[in-house]
């Protein structure tokens, strides 16, 4: 099992900057995949962003060069530093990962973006 715990989200004005972070606990393996995903109201979760243990990362059209994410030193923590955020951002965010043992997810923090 492993469990994920996000935290970071809130309310911010358009323009403004977040910075998601997502801690791994249990039985984490070296190889694996850890990102984020987002569901708006009346929309299906889609994949925001994520990164390999190597570093490689994949980001959804619609938040490349406005997002990035990055893992902590400790390779079982990720984050997301959301910049420049508009009103179409607003959703639930949730923390993913993925190895040989299994696909988990986070409870999701809250983001809304409004003025």
């Known amino acids: 099992q492993v469990q994920l715990v996000e935290s970071g989200g809130g309310l911010v004005q358009p323009g403004g900057s977040l910075r998601l972070s997502c801690a791994a606990s249990?039985?984490?393996?070296?190889?694996?995949?850890m990102g984020w995903y987002r569901q708006a109201p009346g929309k299906q979760r889609e994949l925001v962003a994520n990164i390999t243990h190597g570093g490689t990362t994949n980001y959804a059209d619609s938040v490349k060069g406005r997002f990035t994410v990055s893992r902590g030193d400790a390779k079982n923590t990720v984050y997301l530093q959301m910049n420049s955020l508009k009103p179409e951002d607003t959703a639930v965010y949730y923390c993913n990962h993925v190895s040989f043992l299994g696909d988990y997810w986070g409870q999701g923090t809250q983001v809304t973006v409004s003025s």
């Open positions: 249990g039985s984490i393996l070296s190889i694996n995949v």
